[in-house]
């Protein structure tokens, strides 16, 4: 392939402006407040697939918010290309604790990023290793270096659930059919050590309550006397977990797949600093699951973490009262053959059967997904290799994730498809943090690399 360095030097800032103008949209899925922004995110995704050079670009409604298809097929007998991404975000919240404001990008150097990193909601996760995909096919189509047939797929509730997707996928097989799916919203271990996801964890995210009087009650003429909604849910989720962090649901481990000695030996070769990630976080020790180490344990092990708690008087100054009622969101980070479905009918029945006399606890389950592991021995991933050890000049290393893209399992369930993880991003990147960024080398970086999964894809498929 030519001319690929050449032509993103020549549109180098011009690729970064867009991407900063697409940040500046608040498209925060979670909050109706914004609905109006993430339909108009949906329409400026829609204009950059035209310009890039797709043929028919398509804004499909759904019950929620819009997927926008697109695609170009240059001949039906060549390999056909479906790219995922998600153009909608994470709540900013807490919005103090943010540099920057969330939707007002700005670039700024790092230690890990000396070229700068673009600072917004969404730099990493997804829109711009989202958009970095829209800028590799204006490059082949414009290069006229483009090998192979290619569809969009980019939808809106990904954020959410994406509980509109598989509708969608299971009446547009026909229309997404494909050789293999490509996504970027994943990462790498480092800019100097390429890595290419091949398993994600699956997800289960609920929502409990847990009532105990009728009504708020004064803490001095109650207290003590009937059950705290507050006291009893933080003691029914700290028996969640044993004193060797091991979760206590009956049942919650029984699928879960144990790795060989082998196996975990072949992931402990991928570089590591424990004083480095400490550091990072700015905490004296790491914590998890014994006799796992940091790494196995957020990518191989299944997790139960609360997200979020409240419940009673949180304003200024003090209020002595007995909530009503508390509530908590919690999530669990599933591994492959743990059924998301089975562990939230497992959760629910558990955390209601520990709770005491004196409260009534209700389980709302949210959303879910299933855990993917992708073989390494496919023609897509060796595409995906030859393409990293072409721009990075070197072989990248294979990695569990320990995040959840539930609509995997479902495009091969559905499509019959493999996916390939090309993640450009880092650890480091906050993504539903404050101060999310995403290196500009990175994005720059996954405009050039992705072009060469085309060429490779396409020369192994036709000769194979």
Known sequence: MQNIPEYISEHKDRFIKELIDLLKIPSISADPAFSKDVFNTADSVQKALEEAG??????????????VYGEKIIDPKLPTVLVYGHYDVQPPDPINLWNSPPF????????????????????????????????????????????CNVKFMIEGEEEVGSNNLAVYVAENKEKLAN????????????????????????????????????????????GGAVANPINVLTKMIASLHDEDNHITIPGFYDNVEELSK????????????????????????????E????????????????????????????????????????????????????ITTLFKTHFEAIAPAGVTVKVTPHHGGQGYVTPINTIGYQAASKAYETTFGKKPIPQRSGGSIPIVSLFEQELGSKTILMGFGLDSDAIHSPNEHFGVWNYLKGIETIPYFYHYFTELKTNN
């Not at 917004?120 to 989202?130: H, L």
Request: with cysteine.
């Open 262 to 289: 082998e196996e975990r030996a072949e992931m402990a070769k991928a570089p590591f600093s424990l004083d480095a990630y400490q550091k990072a976080l700015d905490i004296a020790s790491v914590y998890g699951e």
């Open 179 to 222: 050789d293999i799916i490509l996504i970027s919203d994943t990462g790498m271990i480092a800019n100097d050590v390429p890595s290419i996801t091949t398993g994600l964890r699956g997800l289960s995210y609920v929502e409990v309550e847990v009532t105990g009087p009728n009504r708020d009650l004064h803490s001095g003429l109650y």
């Open 54 to 67: 797709c043929d028919i670009v398509e804004i499909h409604q759904t019950e929620g918010y819009p997927i």
């Open 291 to 342: 006799g796992y180490t940091t790494n196995e344990r957020n990518s191989i092990r299944p997790t139960l973490d609360v997200n979020g708690i409240w419940g009673g008087y949180t304003g200024e100054g003090a209020k002595t009262v007995i909530a009503s009622k508390a509530y908590a969101k919690i999530s669990m980070r599933l591994v492959p053959n743990q059924d998301w479905k089975e």
């Open 104 to 147: 007002e990008p700005v670039i700024q150097k790092t230690e890990l990023h000396p070229d700068g990193a673009i600072f917004a909601r969404g730099a990493c996760d997804d829109k711009g290793q989202m958009y970095m995909h829209v800028k590799a096919m204006e490059l082949m189509v414009n290069t006229k270096q483009l090998p």
